[in-house]
């Protein structure tokens, strides 16, 4: 039997880069995934390929910066298939150039907010609405996607770090508050991982130099944060929860 045969997979932010790696590894494993994106064209189009796996996909446009938009997400979701078995929160806010190369105290507040607006508390929006289904089903599997900087600290992308770290946090309470309800909560924690949005903005020495940070001198692919994420969901972990995995080639090492 296929790892996620006939599991319900929310995958925010799936119409490209990681997330829809994890939505493609997901429909060949079975699961049934709903593709969130801002542009439900977008959405729609990913839906159609994904369809060649047999699998009940849906393509659902959700602002996860929103709370009416999110709520709409999971009535929509339990409308058609009545339950919810994993969440993924991957939606990142775009990596904008202003936000990575500003110091601390040139940033103001609502700089820091549209990041966070995305990345922490998109997350919060989501397992907030989504955890009393899970209570009920006595089931559920949440990943919070965050960043390497988050374990180390970095010198760039102050609002992203932050964000990110605060997802850590987040993984251990919910882990430790709905264990007792079957709900597992783990994070990843990424290295250089070559999606558009990273590696295409680089030019060619800065992807050289950052690809040889990690022991295994090279980016890694979003299909191998896929195949990881696909393995945690999976009952092969199913004794492992509140951790964070770090997917970085060795670059971080405990
Ligand atoms: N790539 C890396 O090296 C790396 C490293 C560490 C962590 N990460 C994290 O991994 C995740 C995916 O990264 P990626 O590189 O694959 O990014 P990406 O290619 O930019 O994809 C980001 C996704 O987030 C969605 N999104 C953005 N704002 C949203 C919002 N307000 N509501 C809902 N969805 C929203 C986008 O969907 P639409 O535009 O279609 O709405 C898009 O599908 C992010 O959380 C990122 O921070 C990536």
């Known amino acids: 039997m296929a790892l996620l045969s006939d599991k319900v997979a929310i995958v925010t932010g799936s119409t490209k880069g990681i997330g829809l790696s994890i939505a493609k590894i997901f429909s060949k494993h079975g699961a049934n995934v709903v593709v969130t994106s801002r542009s439900l064209d977008i959405a729609k189009n990913i839906v159609e390929d994904l369809s060649s796996y047999g699998t009940d996909s849906m393509a659902l446009k959700t602002d996860v910066s929103k709370t009416d938009s999110v709520t709409n997400l999971v009535k929509t979701v339990i409308d058609h298939y009545d339950k919810i078995d994993i969440l993924i929160n991957n939606a990142g806010y775009p990596l904008k150039n202003k936000y990575w190369n500003s110091s601390f105290e040139s940033l103001n507040i609502d700089d820091y907010q549209h990041v966070l607006d995305v ?14 289904i899970m209570k009920k089903q006595k089931n559920g599997n949440i990943v919070n996607i965050s960043s390497t900087p988050a374990i180390t600290g970095y010198d760039k992308g102050i609002p ?25 909560v783990n994070t990843l924690a990424l290295g250089n991982i070559k999606s558009s949005s990273t590696f295409d903005q680089l030019d060619k020495i800065e992807q050289e130099k950052l690809g040889n940070e990690s022991s295994l001198r090279r980016w890694g692919e979003p299909k191998e944060v896929a195949k990881t994420c696909l393995m945690i969901v999976s009952d092969n972990f199913s004794f492992v929860t509140g951790q964070t995995i770090i997917i970085d080639g060795g670059t971080v090492m405990f």
């Open 160 to 184: 992203y770090t932050i964000a990110k770290s605060s997802l850590l946090g987040l993984t251990k309470h919910l882990a430790l508050e709905y264990g007792k309800f079957n709900i597992r």
């Open 119 to 132: 990345d922490l508390l998109g997350s919060i929006r989501c397992c907030m609405q989504i955890i009393p």
